[in-house]
């Protein structure tokens, strides 16, 4: 009796050992995989820092000789990302206008229509859209705008390419806020006779809108730092440009480029700071606004 | 009173031109319209990409898929995609491979050992931050910093490969396997590890014996999603892969992928080769849609 009660003792104990060396490696484990983005971080602000200034803003890169003679004489490269800003800008733009109305009707309509066949395709075709690879996206604009419609690289194909990517992000985020609003919010304003088109825009919209809201940023964060598509598509220009039918520079894709030249090469950090600061603050205030509804 | 509410309920078929006009049947008509703007996106993709492959399909047939021999040399051109084909899948299997024990390990923080609390949803943001690095300056990252670790560890080939590329891309992925395994462990009934508990179980025994088993389907289809993403990474891969275009010969050798090898070689490319590179880009959409098709049918079925 007493060495049967020995073994189960021995036995829990093993089993507790067990159970707090598992409880020790989750934590261990979660703690090195957030470890990249605190590394990251501090790495870009450590090597980018001292280049961030108003000038980084405002000016165009300069070219690789005047950056070759700075860096020679220990200076700071001069210039900066101007070009790459506007061409962000106008591209995130642009692409917000073709995707943000499309992508809200059809969430809306998905909605107004669960069950149907054509809203079933829809919804699983724009699920498969999301997962499309960004380069693909790229081709695609390429054969759809660069050749037959610009004929060159241009900012209208790279907002297409960026829209499309962004397209099905706000189709579903649509669809998942309006599910959230309660029905009988809906059904007062259709028993008043409001016309349809007024009951979207009146109550559907303005009760949903910090959802929208949030997919819309999310969205717009995730296409800011896209470079393959663009390479296919916007191409790159060391002059800020505002004509759609031409090429434009966009940050990611000045990164590219001071990665592949030797002596750009120390504007990357910078250039990648601000890069991440606008992506990190728009994730992280789209996360708020949703935190602040729920 | 409204004049066009009236009209709204007038079905009757003398209403004729006018009823066909009003305004419910117009916004019914838009988000129709709408809807179908995704379809005729996704349609249009197809048709182009498989208008714009059949050169290359023509000219190889089904050996662009088998064979190895990427030579863009004048005369003696030929173009095969098994080199990043399985430099994409043997990359992306890697990554999966590395991220495992990391993303189940913060699900299980997320959603067992922590749910719900300020630890939680501090780590939560974070993990989801990591979605949002843009895959460039993870590129720069790996590039600068992972790779002359990996050289002092004696990496070959200055610390370019599938390895290195394997362990950025696995970081990438993290995100997207968690998010939803994380909700399905957090959805795991309490009264199942309850009755685990009661009969003496440890906590680990109930993650292994209860909380796994329930919420299997939902972990693996996250899994599946987040070996999509990996697919279809470029600029990141473009950076650390080494950019040969060989069949890669072990796990730390060079190689290339098809979202890469697109990247890198478009810019020079035209008749027969830029044919071959769109070529690989509808193999590599095909390859990304069934891998997610199949992680949202294993969602699907969960309910």
């Known amino acids: ?294 | 009173m409204n004049n066009s509410t009236v009209k709204s309920f007038n079905k009757s078929p003398i209403g004729g031109f006018r009823g066909l006009f009003n305004s419910d049947k117009i916004t019914k008509g838009v988000l129709l319209l709408s809807s179908f703007v995704i379809l005729f996106v996704a349609g249009g993709m197809i048709f182009s990409l498989v208008e714009g492959a059949i050169p290359a399909l023509k000219s190889f047939g089904l050996r662009f898929i088998w064979s190895n021999n990427w030579n863009p040399t004048e005369g003696k051109e030929n173009y095969g995609a098994l080199p990043f084909i399985a430099g994409t899948i043997i990359t992306s299997v890697a990554a999966l491979l590395i991220s495992l024990p990391l993303s189940f390990s913060v699900s299980l923080f997320l959603g067992e050992y922590y749910r719900g609390t300020r630890m939680a949803k501090i780590l939560g943001t974070m993990v989801d931050l990591l979605a949002g690095i843009p895959s460039i300056v993870y590129g720069l990252w790996g590039f600068y910093v992972l790779r002359p670790l990996l050289i002092d560890l004696g990496l070959p080939n200055q610390g370019f490969g599938i390895f290195t590329a394997s362990i950025i891309l696995a970081i990438m992925i993290i995100p997207y396997a968690t998010s939803l395994s994380n909700e399905i462990i957090t959805m795991v009934p309490n009264e199942l590890k309850e009755a685990a508990y009661s009969l003496g179980a440890t906590r680990s025994e109930v993650i292994f014996n209860v909380v796994v088993p329930s919420a299997r389907s939902g972990i693996i289809a996250g899994y599946i999603l987040s070996f999509g993403r990996a697919l279809g990474e470029t600029m990141a891969v473009t950076m650390l892969v080494g950019n040969a275009n060989i069949v890669p010969d072990g796990f730390f050798g060079t190689g290339n992928t098809m979202a890469s090898v697109i990247a890198n070689q478009f810019g020079e490319a035209d008749g027969l080769k830029l044919s071959s590179l769109i070529a690989i880009g509808l193999l590599l959409f095909l390859l990304t849609g069934i891998i997610n098709a199949i992680g949202k049918f294993i969602i699907k079925r969960m309910g």
Request: proline share 6%; net charge positive.
């Open chain 1, 1 to 294: 009796m007493n060495s049967a009660a020995k073994i189960t003792a021995a036995n829990l104990s093993r089993r507790t050992l067990k159970d707090k060396l598992f409880k020790g490696l989750v934590l261990f484990l979660s703690l090195i995989t957030i470890s990249p983005i605190v590394l990251i971080i501090y790495k870009l602000v450590e090597k980018g820092y001292r280049q961030i200034s108003l000038n980084f803003i405002i000016k165009t890169p300069p070219n690789t000789f005047e950056a070759m003679t700075a860096v020679s004489n220990g200076e700071l490269i001069p210039g900066g990302i101007a070009n790459g800003i506007t061409g962000t800008l106008l591209m995130v733009v642009l692409a917000s206008v073709i995707s943000i109305p499309v992508g809200v009707i059809t969430g809306i309509y998905l909605y107004e229509n669960p069950g149907k066949p054509l809203a079933n395709l829809t919804r699983n075709i724009s699920d498969i859209l999301q997962g499309v690879p960004s380069i693909v996206l790229g081709l695609i604009a390429y054969m759809w705008i660069v050749k037959p419609i610009t004929s060159g690289f241009s900012a209208l194909a790279g907002s297409v390419s960026l829209s499309i990517m962004m397209l099905p992000m706000i189709v579903r985020s649509t669809e998942e806020t309006l599910k959230m609003i309660p029905q009988s919010i809906k059904e007062a304003a259709v028993a008043l006779g409001v016309p349809y088109y007024k009951v979207i825009l009146r109550v559907l919209i303005p009760t949903g809108f910090s959802g929208l809201l949030t997919g819309i940023l999310l969205g717009i964060s995730r296409i800011l730092g896209e470079t393959a598509p663009l390479m296919l598509t916007a191409l790159g220009s060391s002059v800020i440009n505002l004509d759609i039918t031409k090429p434009t520079s966009a940050i990611p894709l000045l990164i590219w480029e001071f990665y592949n030249d030797p002596n750009m090469v120390d504007l990357i950090w910078s250039s990648s700071l601000l890069l991440m600061g606008m992506v990190l603050t728009l994730n992280l205030v789209s996360k708020r606004i949703a935190a602040r509804t729920k």
